[in-house]
């Protein structure tokens, strides 16, 4: 493993250079901590650290978090000399700010170090370092040029996972990588394409994503590449549903309806209204059952999956139980999985409770209520409710380029499906979810608080077209001294 991993960042190293010889001028046009914030989010998801980690006292270290500690010296060298480049501390800062002291002081107040420190794992890698990406791509300058090669890379990223799920679902176990998807002692979800998060839901999340940016290519694109956006577009709706996740396939159903929903006239608004109602109404008598009921995990029958959907009345009703016990401040952040065997055996006309001993919450709004209390719910609530009102400020911004709307536009569609999918699951403790929330949840808020960048690199192009120096034309006229000029 350490022969492979040398020889890859030999090759990393060399191609590295390549690139910076042959592209350098191309690579000016991008802003380093944009790009940087982006190339986390790759690594985390596909080389994280079921890929390679190295023990540093009670904690592992991983390539993505090493960067995110390079990307944060980056930005603090920035931003100590380039001054005029400071943004100014806005209410989605704040409350982000306010979410993260509530699940840290929620944390410290109780033992940090029970199974293996879950919570201070939790804590520091699910939320201090997705906030970290959040505060250094929310401040940094940011260009079109950057925002295109973020879109790029999340379609390439989806490729990646979409081609990767179908050949999990086969069982083309030599197509998979890294191989460890495959091989991994977690097995749960194994037979559906969890892809290197060892997740369903995640891996959706993340092909959804892509499936977004790609559709952002469509209206620049000719006749070629509008072939090839629908290809890509539709090799990822095959990866989505190789996930056999149902909060994912209706997450991609809600994306593709807000990509086509918010730029789309009236008229055709009311067509998919119409459409849409007469869908539902001839599918659902026909697949509804189907949906409870279906094979998905290999070591998982298909009765075990229709039980499976009858646990979850029962995780609300021990959410209640220990909700009652300590409403304002909740039974501390991670210790769910320990706080909740006492609930187990309490008395409700004998429904099987014991059932969900070897289960987390599957609802991210009833384990914040669990773990963190009303305090923590209404901080969640206050962030998601400033998520989405900064990218709707944004995309309704008619004085914005068309990239930066998009973007805008890509934030409140992933809030929707997260959240549809936190209704099913705890979101909040699957790899990357946060890290991709908190990154485009950044560009936004930085293309609030940073419309100058935009409005400045318009107002520069602008200057150059018309100072351009003009070359003289001669036509049939030349002989009265008459020019004609084009810009260069």
Known sequence: MELVSLLLAIVVVIWGLVICRYFGKRLSLFHPIPVLGMLVLLTGSVIGSDFWSLRFGPLPITIDRLLVGVLACMFFARYMIHTEDRRQVNRLDIAIVCMIAVLTISTVSHDMTVLENLPLSRLLFFYLMPLVVYGVVRSGVLGTDDLKLISASFVGLGIYLALTAIAETRGWSSLVFPGYIMTSEFTEFLGRGRG???????????MITGFCCVLMWWRSAKQIGKAAIAAIALLLSVGVYCTLTRS?????????????????????KSV????????????LPVYGDKLLSFKRDKEVTQNQMEKSAQLRPLFAIVAMDMFQDRPFLGCGFGQYARAKYPYLKAPHSGKPLTSTRTLMQHNIFLAYLTETGLLGLMSLLLVLGMMARAS????????LPFWPRQFGLLLVTILSCDMINGMFHDVSIIPMSNMLI???AGIANNIVSGQWQFDREAAQQNHERLTQPTVPLRSSSASSGTHFSTPK
Do not use: D
């Open 272 to 283: 998919m209204i119409v459409w849409s109602m007469l869908a539902a109404t001839a599918l």
């Open 392 to 399: 709707l400020v944004v995309w309704f911004n008619q004085e």
């Open 196 to 206: 290197p998060f060892l997740n369903p839901v995640s891996n959706g999340l993340f």
């Open 438 to 440: 908190f990154f485009l």
């Open 248 to 268: 994912v396939w209706l997450s991609l159903i809600v994306a593709g309806g807000w990509f086509i929903w918010f730029p789309a006239s009236r008229r055709l």
